[in-house]
């Protein structure tokens, strides 16, 4: 267990590339024995935050803290403001992506923990990935990315990916 009991508002690890996602890792999975994971995402303007995606081990759910947060599931689409809090169950095809003009938060809670360090990887990645490196590098998590929806989501909202 982690000992601190504020985190301060510039506090936690921050991965911030331009005109790209952003995360603030907040709390760790193996600091609260795995039970959840809790980052802060960072989205410019038309920023796509992942591929169309969906995982067999987590529940997501995003408190939209700042701007507007578009959410795709199956074929619905959503917009999602400061207060809302948008659910993405697990085994359920989904994405989201910064529908407005200004920049957006929104914090994640992810339960079970772990995916962060997926996300540590897509942070720290320097250009494009081949599909074939995306699927080895997902897979060992329980997570399949459909790529011909995500390129089909980037054309009609003019997104960033």
């Known amino acids: 267990m ?3 009991r504020i985190l301060g508002p510039e506090d936690g690890e921050l991965y911030q590339p331009e005109r790209a996602r952003g995360d603030r890792f907040l709390v760790n999975s193996p600091d609260w ?3 959840f994971t809790l980052v802060e995402h960072r989205l410019p303007p038309s920023v796509l935050a992942a591929p169309v995606h969906k995982h067999t081990e987590e529940d997501e759910f995003s408190f939209v803290l700042d701007g507007s947060v578009g959410a795709r ?4 689409e959503v917009v999602a403001g400061p207060g809302d ?3 993405k169950p697990r085994d359920e095809w989904h994405t989201f992506w910064n529908a407005g003009d200004t920049p957006a938060r929104l914090l994640e809670v992810i339960s079970p923990g772990g995916l962060e360090e997926l996300f540590r990887w897509f942070d720290q990645l320097n250009g494009e990935v081949s599909p074939e490196e995306l699927e080895r590098k997902i897979g060992p998590y329980g997570v399949q990315a459909d790529m011909e929806a ?3 989501l980037v054309a009609q909202h003019g997104l960033i990916f």
């Open 2 to 4: 982690v000992e601190r």
């Open 33 to 35: 024995g795995g039970r």
């Open 73 to 76: 599931f199956g074929d619905e």
């Open 85 to 87: 809090l948008v659910f």
């Open 150 to 152: 995500t390129m089909a």
